[in-house]
């Protein structure tokens, strides 16, 4: 949360942005193939589906949507065996993706700036928006789910990706309700120092819906292994709040009620979109709420310097509970685009970059301490699924090749944060990337045995690479290169489950 007014301008070869700017490309086609090209050797115990959501058109019939949020969800599921990997992708049937391929032009207004062709007449009074499915990719319970966090999930096939279609989850949603993309999944009794990955049987997918409004309701659902509903609680805070991730510990549930006002006017006159219309008031507070997941007592709430958050890494409690410590990527200000202006024109140096950051929260005293872990722009943290919800020592995130300022994400970036090591795996001028995922080795005996896996973007094939690193030291162990590009995507998850081959 540093003023970048003072940064020197990066050094011009970092990246380029015409290279930057093709991994946007749509991607309309749909492909299923075992991966044959491959450089190193894929790791036998390496066995399970990866599967990965983001936008996969950048445009509806050659007219261009404003923001990549706002582009149609496409799954990518890489299965894992016997040291081979199957590659498939499909997009999400949607109804809104399945009307506008058909009428070849855009019908809904984007979340974040997408507008239908017309100027803002056309838009006025539009506030019908499309559930585009492309935030997440989860599976619980024997169900494969879509996520997008404003509306239900789509249920889909996880062995063909087809679109089996919105789901209810059991009566537990009603049409229209909101269901985060964002969802925890809480390792249940796993024991300190047991890294190993066989199933406890208690584990619990924690998650969270929002509804926005002069004051904002925040419920909170937790499905058991079997995917039925073991508790839900509603809580109600003032004021209006973004709220796209949580973090969870074995007692609570935390949000960043970022300090942001939101202004419907220009959205509703149909001249923006509604992410558009959100700006973070820096003279205010952020405030962390703490839920207790047990839904016995009001929530906590406890204010902090101002900053602007998407993703927290991770959360847990001290031994006698009266701390809680959470590591989350923070912005000093809601990065947006201007009305008109083409994101992929977008001048890096002029956003906030993401910077990782620890608060340490007081439960007792009401007080939070921060300190910045990581000043190099960071995004997409992720670590040791026996780790969520407690005392983790390593992180992995995607990282920008420059050490200062902001710029896209070129690496992998390792981080102990017990004793401040780094490493970085560089991804090189022409490559791209995004979210990592930590996979472990199922027999692993320490926290970072397992590997890394991240779809990138290779500009020098204009095509993508699904590149599998060691954790412990982020050596390449193999590049596995698609037959096509994949565009910059959001959020995926890795299963041990072998599905769609
Ligand atoms: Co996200």
Redesign the pocket.
């Known amino acids: 949360m540093q003023s970048l007014e003072a940064k020197p301008q990066h050094p011009p070869d970092y990246y380029s942005q015409l290279d930057w700017q093709r991994g946007y490309d749509s991607q309309p086609g749909e492909f299923a193939y075992w991966i044959d090209d491959c450089e190193g050797e894929i790791p036998a115990a390496l066995t399970g589906t990866l599967f990965r959501n983001g936008p996969g058109l950048l445009d509806v019939g050659g007219e261009p949507i404003g923001h990549p949020f706002d582009g149609d969800g496409m799954i990518c599921q890489i299965t894992f065996q016997n040291g081979r990997a199957h590659f498939r992708n499909r997009f999400v049937q949607t109804e809104g993706y399945l009307a506008e391929q058909q009428a070849g032009k855009i019908l809904y207004r984007g979340v974040f700036g997408t507008q239908k062709a017309g100027g803002w007449l056309a838009n006025l009074l539009d506030l019908k928006i499309k559930n585009i499915a492309n935030?997440?990719v989860m599976y619980w319970g024997d169900r494969l789910w879509a996520l997008w966090e404003a509306a239900e999930p789509h249920r889909l096939d996880p062995h063909s990706l087809d679109t089996i279609g919105l789901d209810s989850i059991d009566g537990l949603l009603q049409p229209g309700d909101a269901f985060a993309?964002?969802a925890r999944i809480d390792p249940g009794s796993v024991e300190t120092g047991r890294w190993a990955t066989t199933p406890t049987g208690d584990r619990r997918f924690v998650n969270f819906a929002v509804k926005p409004g002069l004051s904002t309701t925040i419920t909170i659902f937790e499905l058991d292994e079997t995917g039925k509903l073991v508790s839900r609680h509603a809580h109600s805070v003032p004021g209006f709040a973004f709220l796209?991730?949580f973090a969870i510990t074995p007692n609570w549930c935390i949000f960043f009620q970022n300090p942001v006002s939101f202004n419907p006017l220009p959205f509703v006159l149909g001249m923006k979109g509604a992410g558009q219309c959100i700006s973070l008031d820096a003279k205010q507070p952020t405030r962390a709420l703490l839920i207790p997941r047990d839904g016995s007592r009001s929530l906590k709430v406890l204010e902090m310097p101002p900053c602007f958050v998407?993703?927290h890494a991770n959360a847990f409690e001290s031994a006698d509970g009266q701390q809680v410590t959470i590591d989350s990527v923070c912005y000093d200000s809601f990065p947006t685009l201007e009305p008109g202006q083409d994101f992929r024109a977008v001048d890096f140096e002029r956003l906030p970059p993401g910077q990782l950051w620890r608060f340490e929260m007081d439960l007792v005293g009401d007080r939070v301490e921060s300190r910045c872990l990581e000043t190099r722009c960071c995004e997409f943290p992720s670590l040791h699924p026996n780790a969520v919800g407690h005392q983790h020592r390593y992180l992995y995130i995607g990282a920008a090749r420059s050490p200062e300022g902001n710029a896209p994400l070129q690496a992998i970036l390792k981080i102990d944060v017990q004793t401040g090591d780094r490493q970085l795996f560089d991804l090189g001028v022409r490559g791209f990337g995004g979210e990592p995922l930590f996979v472990p080795n199922p027999t692993g005996q320490t926290e970072d045995d397992g590997w890394v896996l991240l779809l990138t973007y290779n500009a020098e094939r204009h095509a993508s690479d699904l590149v599998i690193v060691d954790a412990q030291d982020l050596s390449l162990v193999a590049r596995l290169q698609l037959k096509q590009h994949i565009p910059y995507g959001?959020?995926g998850s890795f299963v041990p489950q072998v599905f769609g081959i």
Do not use: M, N, V
């Open positions: 935030t997440h993309a964002h796209h991730d998407f993703h959001l959020h």
